[in-house]
């Protein structure tokens, strides 16, 4: 057993015991039921991962993960720069901070499956504070059985992947986001919330473009549909001028003064349809047979709208059934059916909604469709696409899983009232 062995048992006996630090969970004997069988699963994915055997698909993903440590000794590398790979992955940032917890702790490769389990059971307890937000904690229980049991989640989030990482910053910054527009309370919950989006950024350059866009939404959206946009609050006005004012002096001094600023550099300067064109050479060649040749048409306004929405669908609900040949694209197939049913969900629900919780239905909505568009431009492979889609799973499950299971419990009232009826009517006609 290696040093980092310990550690990793010590982080799965304070994983199994964290619900009960949260009042949410302390008062729901359900809910912390359906929370360590969610850990359950993880926790036996990360075990047999590092002690008996690793599947493929574990092996594949984990040897592409930033960084694999699980067998060296590690020093850590004093170099924290923000600096990308020729993909625009901060590895730098992940691979320090991962080795540098293996050089304090010890190197195991349990150790960085729990790491990431622990950011999953983080992400968790988001996931419930934010239901209450939103007036949906009726449906806590189920929600979070769907958000955890996801056969990708269970799977990659249990390894030694950033995609937890980023998961629980995109959630832990959406979070203080939606408390920040209810509670209106910029002063205190608006740095909190660009804080997350902005380490959420330091994961991917997608993810880095994305956090500005986000905390530029969150600083402008209005959560009272009564108001108009003439009437938005002072502070959240000051904050926007602000930020345009920053983001312009960093365009001005990147592009006319020729100044390196880091990741804002990085980020005026980056090529859009380059950047496309090697993550859609990058995930195209991964597995050939799980490619779908739907590449990206910029010579003119119609063909890149039409390849871009192409590709957006396959994005989301490939494989299809007609390309179902074994048992992994069966699964991947019945992951795309259950995001296909509850986007409809929550379209649904958001259609239903009113008030304040429509416009924040609303903005999830717009959270989920920019995120997974985002990445779907840079994939041309189903199995990546199950991978990235983990980062919005999340969404889904907060506003597609309330009403269908409204909608379910309907439809078992009526089916146990009819079978009550029809056994009655019979004992009658008998007696």
């Known amino acids: 057993m290696h040093d980092g062995d310990v550690v990793a048992l010590v982080l799965l006996l304070v994983i199994g015991l964290l619900p009960v630090f949260v009042r949410e969970f302390r008062n729901n004997a359900r ?13 036996g994915v990360a075990f047999v991962n590092a002690f008996l055997f690793a599947p493929l698909v574990l092996r594949t993903m ?10 060296t000794e590690v020093t850590p590398s004093l170099n924290w720069s923000l600096c990308c790979d020729r993909y625009g992955n901060f590895y730098g940032f992940f691979e320090n901070l991962l080795g540098t917890v293996y050089w304090l702790l010890g190197s195991s490769q349990l150790l960085g499956s729990q790491l990431s389990i622990l950011m999953f059971a983080i992400s968790c307890i988001v996931l419930v504070k934010m239901l209450n937000l939103l007036e949906l904690s009726r449906y806590r229980v189920p929600t979070l059985f769907v958000f955890g049991s996801l056969p990708s989640m269970v799977l990659l989030g249990s390894v030694t992947l950033r995609e937890s990482y980023a998961i629980l910053f995109f959630m832990l910054a959406t979070y203080f986001g939606l408390k920040m527009l209810t509670k209106k309370n910029i002063r205190v919950l608006g740095a909190p919330m660009a804080i997350s989006a902005l380490i959420m950024g330091l994961f991917h350059s997608g993810l880095r473009m994305y956090a500005i866009l986000f905390i530029a939404l969150f600083m402008v959206w209005n959560p009272h549909p009564t108001s108009s946009w003439l009437h938005m609050k002072k502070r ?14 960093a365009i001005f001094l990147t592009k006319v003064q020729h100044v390196r600023l880091g990741v804002v550099s990085s980020v005026v300067n980056l090529d ?7 993550f859609q050479t990058r995930t ?3 597995v050939k047979r799980a490619t779908y040749s739907v590449p990206l048409d910029f010579s003119s306004p119609f063909t890149t709208i039409h390849t871009s929405f192409k590709l957006y669908m396959y994005y989301l609900f490939a494989p299809f059934p007609w390309q179902i040949s074994n048992i992994l694209d069966a699964g991947g197939s019945i992951e795309s059916i259950l995001r296909m049913i509850l986007l409809i969900f929550s379209v649904m629900l958001w259609y239903q909604a009113y008030g304040v919780q429509r416009r924040l239905l609303m903005l999830m909505l717009i959270l989920f469709f920019s995120m997974s568009f985002m990445w779907a431009l840079g994939t041309t492979n189903y199995g990546t696409a199950m991978r990235h889609n983990m980062l919005s799973w999340w969404i889904l499950a907060i506003t597609g899983v309330p009403l269908l299971m409204k909608m379910l419990g309907r439809f078992w009232l009526r089916l146990t009232v009819s079978t009550r009826s029809y056994f009655s009517e019979q004992a009658k006609k008998a007696s």
Do not use: C, E, R
Not at 236 to 249: C, I, P, R, S, W
């Open 31 to 43: 809910l912390i039921l359906a929370y360590w069988f969610v850990i359950a699963l993880h926790q």
């Open 62 to 71: 984990h040897t592409d993960a930033p960084i694999n440590m699980s067998a």
């Open 284 to 286: 195209g060649s991964v």
């Open 272 to 278: 859009i349809q380059k950047s496309v064109l090697q």
């Open 236 to 249: 959240h006005l000051m904050a926007l001028l602000t930020m345009l004012v920053l983001l312009t002096g």
